[in-house]
């Protein structure tokens, strides 16, 4: 696609289930990153992937969150046993090359859980 | 690790008029700084970035300043226009992680 594609959009969760968030990247990009955006904040970091590594996992609020991206390209952030805050809108954004370039953000996939 | 501060968190500007949004931020090692518009609803999107390497950068109406000394950069958006209003984010990378300030909506009154 054109563009860094996210699914599900929306996704309503009962407190206590796992959820499963798809981030596809622009394709030939290496880097791709997490955020977690709570209502009328800016993006929090939670990882970063060069390819298939996982370079920095420091965001990641607690082991009930995973991340993984096993070939490079497609990207999935888990979520076990999920909690009332956890609601948030995640966004996953890819850019071209390592270190400091654009980073294009997808739409995002707002989590809310009840 | 890197902490980004934005002010103002509200900004309102007659149309014409210039905006100044301002950032600091803490880590040294951060070397480049992008700065994000975000629309209601929608994702994040890159208007202007700076390299540590560079004093000030300038795109028709916006340009953005850095002081490394000081620890921080500048977003001014001058001859402001009604779809500038949206909720503008400065954000620092040291290369991997990028840290987000906590915004600033911006609402031009025409």
């Known amino acids: 696609g054109a563009g860094v594609s996210q699914s599900p959009r929306y996704k309503v969760a009962k407190r206590g289930q796992d959820v499963a968030l798809r981030c596809d990247p622009i394709s030939g990009h290496v880097s791709l990153f997490w955020y977690q955006q709570a209502l009328g904040q800016g993006p929090e970091f939670l990882t970063y992937f060069q390819n298939e590594a996982q370079l920095d996992k420091s965001g990641l609020p607690s082991d009930r969150f995973f991340a993984e991206r096993p070939e490079g390209s497609v990207s999935t952030l888990k979520i076990q046993r999920t909690q009332q805050e956890d609601s948030a809108v995640y966004l996953c954004?890819?850019?071209?090359?390592?270190?400091?370039?654009?980073?294009?953000f997808g739409q995002g996939t707002r989590l809310t859980v009840v | 690790g890197e902490n980004v501060e934005q002010h103002p968190s509200t900004l309102s500007v007659q149309e014409g008029d210039s905006a100044v949004i301002k950032c600091t931020y803490s880590d040294s090692a951060s070397n480049y700084f992008p700065w994000y518009k975000q629309e209601l609803g929608k994702r994040p999107q890159l208007i202007i970035d700076?390299?540590?390497?560079?004093g000030e950068k300038k795109d028709q109406r916006i340009a953005v300043t850095l002081n490394k000394t000081a620890k921080h950069f500048s977003l001014h958006i001058t001859e402001t226009q009604p779809e500038d209003s949206a909720v503008y984010f400065c954000?620092?990378?040291?290369?991997?992680?990028?840290?987000f300030g906590t915004g600033t909506k911006l609402q031009v009154i025409p």
């Open positions: 954004a890819s850019s071209l090359a390592r270190g400091n370039t654009e980073a294009f």
């Open positions: 700076i390299r540590s390497n560079v």
């Open positions: 954000a620092a990378s040291t290369g991997q992680k990028v840290t």
